[in-house]
């Protein structure tokens, strides 16, 4: 079974950053990627990457939000910039294809 623990959630003030990282127990996975779920919506598509460097985004973050991963530490990045209180959600990380799932964690964009 594939574990994937995320960490770097918080709270921020509109316009700031946050930095999600999630790593996995196994190196075998060929993509890897965040989903988000705010309250009383529907999970979507944050980001995906794969080992080839094929990324994709959801409309909503593009040209704000950047997926990169680090194969050697199994470890997957989500840096976060000029976040808008509409990104409030639960961010959860997830492994080929949403195949697998983490627990996720909270971010809070709010003043």
């Known amino acids: 079974q594939v574990q994937l623990v995320e960490s770097g959630g918080g709270s921020v003030q509109p316009g700031g950053s946050l930095r999600l990282s999630c790593t996995a127990s196994t190196s075998r996975l060929y993509e890897m990627g965040w989903y988000r779920q705010a309250p009383g919506k529907e999970r979507e598509l944050v980001a995906g990457?794969?080992?080839?460097?094929?990324?994709n985004y959801g409309y909503s973050v593009k040209g704000r939000f950047t997926i990169s991963r680090e194969d050697a530490k199994n470890t997957v990045f989500l840096q976060m910039n000029d976040l808008k209180p509409e990104d409030t959600a639960v961010y959860y990380c997830?492994?080929?294809?949403?195949?697998?799932w983490g627990q996720g964690i909270q971010v809070t964009v709010s003043s």
């Open positions: 990457l794969t080992r080839g460097a094929s990324s």
């Open positions: 997830t492994a080929n294809l949403a195949t697998y």
